[in-house]
Nanobody, 124 residues
Framework: VQLVESGGGLVQAGGSLRLSCAAS????????IGWFRQAPGKEREGVSC????????YYADSVKGRFTISRDNAKNTVYLQMNSLKPEDTAVYYC??????????????????WGQGTQVTVSS
């Protein structure tokens, strides 16, 4: 499985970005996709996921109501729409894939495949 993130960049507080995670090398419908982020000096944290199977979604409390995850199986892509961005959202964002159905782990356990990351910087 190969994952390629895109859509990061520099944005002012209150702005929006949409991250994309394009997957290849596996039946996309069978993949659960998670978004994780890591800021300098901090541990990696789970942000959101959209599972395979029944496709449940999860959002960390810190992004709930501001971020929306979605998937387009025809394009083998998962999106993370990020609105009302805050400086504390600044981090490298990674997408990761799991073949475990209906799975989420906030530390990324069970996610065997990872993208290279995309930088999101939110200025105050």
């Amino acid at each position: 499985v190969q994952l390629v993130e895109s859509g990061g960049g520099l944005v002012q507080a209150g702005g929006s970005l949409r991250l994309s995670c394009a997957a290849s090398g596996f039946t996309f419908d069978d993949l659960g996709i998670g978004w994780f982020r890591q800021a300098p000096g901090k541990e990696r944290e789970g942000v959101s996921c959209i599972a395979s199977g029944d496709g449940f979604t999860y959002y960390a409390d810190s992004v709930k109501g501001r971020f929306t995850i979605s998937r387009d199986n025809a394009k083998n892509t998962v999106y993370l729409q990020m609105n009302s961005l805050k400086p504390e959202d600044t981090a490298v964002y990674y997408c990761a894939a799991t073949t475990i159905s209906n799975w989420w782990h906030h530390k990324g356990v069970g996610y065997a495949y990872w993208g290279q990351g995309t930088q999101v910087t939110v200025s105050s």
